[in-house]
């Protein structure tokens, strides 16, 4: 698998008259599990955006392999990168296999059918996001969870190297948010670059091999997971104390307590 690298330069966005995010500097390598942390509206989903080349930044630069975005066809950079949103509809009664399948449009040409070779990787797609039973389904029938599963197994499709997800397990439950989870991170020790952004710290910290602490339209820090979560860094970010607890698995879990 071909390394990459996605970054950002000194990137800002504005829009009406207000700073999402500025002076973000960050770097995305291959075999990496990166989670974005931080407070609600703290700028997450904009550097999502920004590195997925859904927003062209105000100032600065976001590059793919040190090429620019805007340099790339959206078909070819579809081929390099899938973007999984939050929150997505359809309202077109498709099947989840037909969803799935359009995952691989960016490896087609003009009225070109699928292959042999595409319907197989429709078909490893489901079968790791666990919605193989639902294929013939409808979309429109499906629960929250069961949606979110097929879009990620639609951006799992596209052979993507490169997988970035805004809060991927914000519709699941407990057991397939760990299915999901587990998934991000085989396909990172794949070698594929992964990030995902998430509220949960303890979650991102165990599965994260690298944490981006986003605060006030601004990247705090980042780095190992043990560096970047520290008390005080906690505190100033969330305004919460930290009690940290050592559990039988040998893991450290983190107890929060309201400063006020």
């Known amino acids: 698998m071909s390394i990459n690298t996605l970054a950002l330069h000194k990137a800002g966005i504005e829009i009406d008259n207000r700073w999402l995010m ?8 291959s075999g990496q599990l990166t989670a974005f942390i931080g407070q609600n509206g703290a700028g997450k989903t904009t550097l999502l955006r920004l590195l997925a080349g859904l927003w062209q ?17 959206r078909r070819e950079l579809a081929q390099h990168l899938a973007f999984v949103p939050q929150n997505s509809q359809i309202d077109f009664a498709f099947t989840v296999k037909a969803i799935i399948t359009m995952g691989r449009n960016p490896h087609l040409g003009r009225f070109q059918h699928e292959t042999e070779y595409d319907h197989l990787c429709v078909e490893q797609a489901m079968i790791k996001t666990d919605v193989a039973h639902l294929a013939n389904r409808l979309v429109t029938e499906l629960s929250g969870g069961e949606w979110q599963r097929v879009v990620i197994a639609r951006s799992l499709a596209t052979e993507a190297n490169i997988i970035l ?20 991170k085989e396909l990172a020790k794949e070698g594929k670059t992964v990030a995902f952004s998430m509220h949960d710290i303890n979650t991102a910290a165990r ?13 705090v820090d980042s780095g190992k997971p043990e560096k970047v979560l520290t008390d005080e860094a906690i505190s100033d970010v969330f305004g919460v104390s930290v009690e940290r607890v050592a559990v039988s698995t040998g893991e450290t879990i983190l107890f929060f307590y309201s400063n006020y």
């Open 22 to 29: 500025q002076d973000a500097s960050l770097t995305l390598l």
């Open 165 to 184: 997800l805004d809060e991927p397990t914000a519709s699941l439950d407990v057991g397939h948010s760990l299915e999901v989870l587990d998934l991000l």
């Open 57 to 73: 930044p105000t100032v600065g630069l976001v590059t793919l392999n040190w090429r620019e975005l805007q340099q790339f066809h």
């Open 207 to 219: 599965y994260a091999n690298k944490i981006v602490l986003v605060h006030q339209g601004g990247i």
